[in-house]
């Protein structure tokens, strides 16, 4: 059997997981809330991250706009989704929602504005 | 004089939380003032996720977390002043606020709310030898010009400081294209959240050092490089241990302190520990009426906590202004914080017109492994309740009942602190 220790990065409360592995069973402990336990599961099988970042907006009242994966990716993925991040421009007016890359470094996942942008 | 039953001075998640509550308890007249050109205060910087989970069951980034508290307002139609900064308090509640349009205006104000957030500590905090070239900013700063205003901060980076806005941009930076070189930190332990060291400095192999501070900035006109040394127990460096890092940015992140100005105008008393007002559980200061919530009352890792304060000091100032103050407030009793615990807030209990339950924050003075948390009436044991850890980064909560000082007619204070055994 194998355990492994984590902090659960589902909320800023960190709890101290401990997870333990047998084959396919796993068992968590330590977790305050069900999501605790969903992201030890993940984070042993295939862990996973949101990534949050900004895009640069032509022709707003500010220079650039705030987007995020719309859900997890794989923690693999991060430096080829920051790629496209880093070289998409955007028009304002932007809406926080607004799709703003479709499925990112083939992903499936799209990027996604949380802020409104409006026009300068 | 223009006058407004309640003033809010700040539109952070602070000061939007305790409009939207006390136009739910009954007060029409509210007006918030707000020196920034938005709403929304540092979380439209704040891009990253893991606000919310609290209050919206949802991971929300900073600036839908505050767009969620803005839409409420809008809902409402409580009206704000935006690019307006307010200049005075007096202790009668006059309120003077200056912006384009209007000049100064000074106005009455019912009840104030004080939510101005609070502000990085200044680099003087640094006190090393060498010039001062360009490439050294506060992590707040360098924050603000990477995602508002699109400017890429640098390339190769030191962090000295491992409090959250620090880790936050360890991993902004490094996801911009920079390499992190390595985070600094005075302290034996982080002064950040757990999860922000996991998810921002190890998912990126970025090297924490504890006990280590900065002893040399090299550069004349642009920074080159830095050395950073190991501390001792008595925090001074210890020679043989200094390690030069070549960089062109240096970030600090030196820890963050209620912005009190105005407080201290208006007569209120601050707290040394916190360096925010001392308020009672109705969050009120010393002086009548003026209330205070968030970060300028002290300073919170969580903004779910900040709504919930918020929304408590917006529904005390309602009830202040809409049935004014009872007679007799009745026994107010002293909260004393010992032996590891740094300060409470709130600082004072009225123990017959409380709530039927009072929440008190806290944080601790260090790392503590397997404690207690022990509560006292007058100098009788009343709580103890073990915790596996206790960090001066993670604020600590205990509830207290009203019931329970039904026993206790001649209480004279409560003690929260921590025991070994
Ligand atoms: C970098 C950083 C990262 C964080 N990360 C997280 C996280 O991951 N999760 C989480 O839950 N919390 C996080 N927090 C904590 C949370 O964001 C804050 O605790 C919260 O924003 C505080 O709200 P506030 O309204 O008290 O202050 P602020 O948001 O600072 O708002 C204060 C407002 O008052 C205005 N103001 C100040 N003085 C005046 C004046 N004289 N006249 C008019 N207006 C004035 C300011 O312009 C500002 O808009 C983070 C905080 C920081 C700084
Ligand atoms: S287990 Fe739940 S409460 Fe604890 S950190 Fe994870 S999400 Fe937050």
Redesign the interface.
């Known amino acids: 059997m194998e355990t492994r220790n984590?902090?659960?990065?589902?909320?800023?409360?960190?709890c101290?997981l401990t997870v333990n592995i047998e084959g396919e069973d796993i068992k968590v402990t330590g977790n305050t809330c069900p999501?605790g336990a969903d992201y030890a599961k993940k984070e042993v099988l295939s862990p996973t991250?949101?990534?949050?970042?900004?895009i640069?907006v032509d022709g707003g009242d500010?220079?650039?706009v705030?987007?995020?994966t719309k859900s997890d990716i794989p923690?693999s993925k991060?430096f080829d989704i920051?790629k496209e991040i880093?070289a998409a421009r955007v028009d304002a007016p932007v809406a926080?929602g607004q799709v703003l890359i479709e499925n990112c470094a083939d992903t499936g996942v799209d990027i996604i504005a949380?802020?409104?942008v409006a026009r300068a | 004089m223009t006058h407004h039953d309640i003033v809010i001075i700040g539109g952070g998640p602070a000061g939007l939380a305790a409009a939207a509550a006390a136009r739910k308890a009954g007060v029409q007249d509210i007006l918030i003032l707000e020196r920034d050109r938005v709403l929304g205060g540092i979380l439209n910087q704040c891009i990253h996720n893991g606000f919310g989970l609290h209050t919206f069951k949802e991971e929300l980034t900073g600036p839908e977390y505050a767009g969620r508290y803005i839409d409420m307002v809008e809902a409402e139609k409580i009206p704000y002043k935006l690019n307006t900064i307010v200049a005075d308090i007096s202790p009668a509640r006059e309120v003077t606020y200056i912006n384009r349009e209007e000049g100064l205006v000074t106005i009455q104000a019912g009840a104030v709310i004080l939510a101005m957030g609070c502000r990085e500590r200044p680099r003087g905090a640094l006190n090393t030898p060498g010039y001062r070239p360009a490439g050294i900013y506060s992590a707040g700063t360098a924050q603000r010009l990477m995602n508002i205003e699109g400017y890429q901060v640098g390339k190769e980076v030191v962090i000295l400081g491992s409090g959250d806005i620090g880790l936050i941009m360890a991993r902004r930076m490094t996801l911009a294209g920079a390499k992190v070189k390595v985070v600094a930190e005075l302290m034996p332990y982080s002064g950040g959240l757990k999860r922000n060291i996991v998810q921002c400095l190890d998912d990126y192999g970025i090297p924490l050092k504890l006990s280590h501070t900065v002893t040399q900035i090299h550069g004349k006109e642009r920074l080159t490089g830095i050395t950073i040394a190991e501390v001792g127990p008595d925090r001074n460096p210890v020679p043989g241990t200094e390690e030069y890092y070549s960089c062109d940015t240096l970030l600090l992140s030196v820890g963050l302190i209620p912005e009190n100005e105005l407080s201290k105008g208006a007569g209120v008393s601050m707290n040394r520990v916190t360096s925010g007002p001392n308020v009672d559980d109705r969050l009120e200061t010393e002086v009548e009426g003026i209330y205070a919530c968030g970060n300028v009352l002290h300073v919170h890792d969580l903004v779910d906590f900040v709504s919930q304060e918020a929304t408590l000091a917006g529904q005390n100032a309602a009830a202040y202004v809409l049935r004014g103050r009872e007679a007799d407030k009745g026994r107010q009793v002293p909260l004393l914080a010992e032996n590891g615990v740094r300060y409470t807030v709130p600082q004072t209990l009225n123990v017959d017109t409380m709530e039927d339950a009072v929440t008190v924050r806290f944080r601790v003075a260090d790392v503590y492994k397997d404690r207690y948390i022990a509560i006292y009436y007058n100098d009788k044991l009343i709580s103890r309740k073990k915790k596996k850890v206790l960090a001066p980064g993670e604020m600590e909560q205990v509830i207290l009942k009203k019931s329970s000082f039904a026993d206790y007619p001649d209480i004279s204070r409560i003690k929260i602190c921590t025991e070994v055994e």
């Open positions: 984590l902090i659960c990065i589902g909320c800023p409360l960190g101290p999501r991250r949101i990534v949050t970042s900004s640069r500010i220079a650039m705030s987007v995020k923690k991060i920051m880093r926080m949380t802020k409104n």
